[in-house]
């Protein structure tokens, strides 16, 4: 049974720095891809940014991009995410998700089989 398990969201004020965490637990292998997706209020959840773990190839949104860091450590599936300079448009809840094999996109949900319960982001 995987279960992932993000942590280290919190208030901040503009310009100020976070890192949010994300361990995954009952999958013995390296999953294909991880990815921290955002979702805001009365707003769809989007991709923030995503690794794929085959190459370490990385993709961030436009609005991620200079400002966000996505990493990983294979040995422990755990994803991060280092957040600097955020901005009050950056709040929202972010979700770590997962996805075991290849299936066509890392932006569309389909690519993720497992997704945790959040971690909310308030930028003031």
């Known amino acids: 049974h995987v279960q992932l398990v993000e942590s280290g969201g919190g208030s901040v004020q503009s310009g100020g720095s976070l890192r949010v965490s994300c361990v995954a637990s009952g999958y013995p292998h390296k999953f294909t891809c991880m990815g921290w997706w955002r979702q805001g209020a009365g707003k769809e959840r989007d991709p923030i940014a995503v690794i794929y773990t085959v190459d370490v190839s990385t993709w961030y949104s436009d609005s991620a991009q200079g400002r966000f860091t996505i990493s990983q450590n294979n040995t422990e599936n755990t994803v991060h995410l280092q957040m600097n300079s955020l901005k009050p448009d950056d709040t929202g809840t972010y979700y770590c998700?997962?996805?075991?094999?290849?299936?066509?996109?890392?932006?569309?949900?389909?690519?993720?089989?497992?997704w945790g319960q959040g971690t909310q982001v308030t930028v003031s």
């Open positions: 998700a997962t996805g075991l094999r290849w299936v066509g996109s890392l932006l569309k949900p389909s690519q993720y089989n497992y």
